[in-house]
């Protein structure tokens, strides 16, 4: 299958999915979010592939969401065709991997790029990597983290990254459990083969049946919350001021 937005490969038994709009910082368009879904959905039916890694051409992981195609929405609607069209078909797809998942961060993962390797089994970052959940910076939200960071990350860590919009490096990163290794960047490759070779001594049943017990705090509740508290976000005064902000390359003014 030919995507669009992601390049889909299978080798040596690793599905690698790379998100492939380096022009743009590989941000999450509409496409992306849809090719995704259908490349995870690829990984999860091919048995050839026992890990799935999630990576960005070029010099980012993810800059998170594409504001200058979704900062704009004519209606309610339409906002509301993103969120339980695009957004969360594409969440539930990563949830439902029962293969290991490995993101593998080679510069800035923000919004939801950090969200995205938050999700992950494991995560691998150069020490060149940066991390936000920015999405309030534009008004709009990392909804995901709220869900599924407090059980991988140090909470305090979690609400400031959030609440303040303010990025971490690598080692700032994986000392507050978002990120499992951080190596200089001519490590990354040597290091997601060592991890790979590790998980290959596992049985994938065992491995399977421990991402089924992840997935059971996975509260239905939460998550519908989550994607409710999006919709109200993105169809925000703020995130209209936010994105007009962003494309203008000004801060923008939440509180006039």
């Known amino acids: 299958m030919k995507l669009e937005n992601v390049e889909y490969a299978v080798a040596n038994h690793v599905a690698r999915i790379?998100?492939?709009?380096?022009?743009?910082?590989n941000a999450l368009s509409k496409g992306m979010f849809r090719d995704l879904r259908k490349a995870l959905g690829l990984a999860v039916k091919d048995s050839d592939a026992r890990v799935v890694e999630i990576t960005g051409a070029g010099k980012s992981f993810s800059a998170g969401l594409d504001i200058r195609e979704v900062g704009g929405f004519e209606s309610r609607a339409e906002a509301r065709e993103f969120v339980y069209g695009l957004v969360r078909p594409f969440w539930d797809q990563l949830f439902k991997c029962e293969k290991?998942?490995?993101?593998?961060?080679?510069?800035?993962?923000y919004g939801a790029g950090a969200e995205i390797a938050l999700a992950s089994d494991i995560v691998i970052a150069s020490t060149e990597s940066t991390f936000a959940f920015s999405g309030g910076r534009v008004g709009a939200l990392c909804c995901m983290s709220g869900v599924i960071g407090p059980s991988l990350m140090n909470g305090r860590k979690l609400v400031e990254m959030n609440l303040a919009g303010i990025p971490l490096t690598a080692d700032?990163?994986?000392?507050?459990?978002?990120?499992?290794h951080s190596v200089p960047r001519e490590q990354l490759t040597p290091t997601l083969e060592k991890i790979i070779r590790e998980i290959t001594l596992v049985s994938p049943i065992s491995n399977s049946s421990f991402k089924r017990i992840r997935k059971a705090d996975l509260s239905r509740t939460k998550l519908e919350t989550a994607y409710t508290e999006l919709l109200r976000t993105i169809t925000s005064k703020d995130f209209r001021e936010g994105s007009s902000?962003?494309?203008?390359k000004r801060a923008p003014e939440y509180y006039r």
Do not use: Q, T
Not at 18 to 25: I, S, T
Not at 100 to 109: N, R, W
Not at 245 to 248: L, P, T
């Open 245 to 248: 902000a962003f494309v203008a």
């Open 172 to 180: 700032e990163a994986m000392n507050c459990g978002l990120v499992s």
């Open 100 to 109: 290991p998942v490995i993101s593998l961060v080679d510069g800035p993962a």
């Open 18 to 25: 790379e998100m492939n709009r380096p022009e743009v910082l």
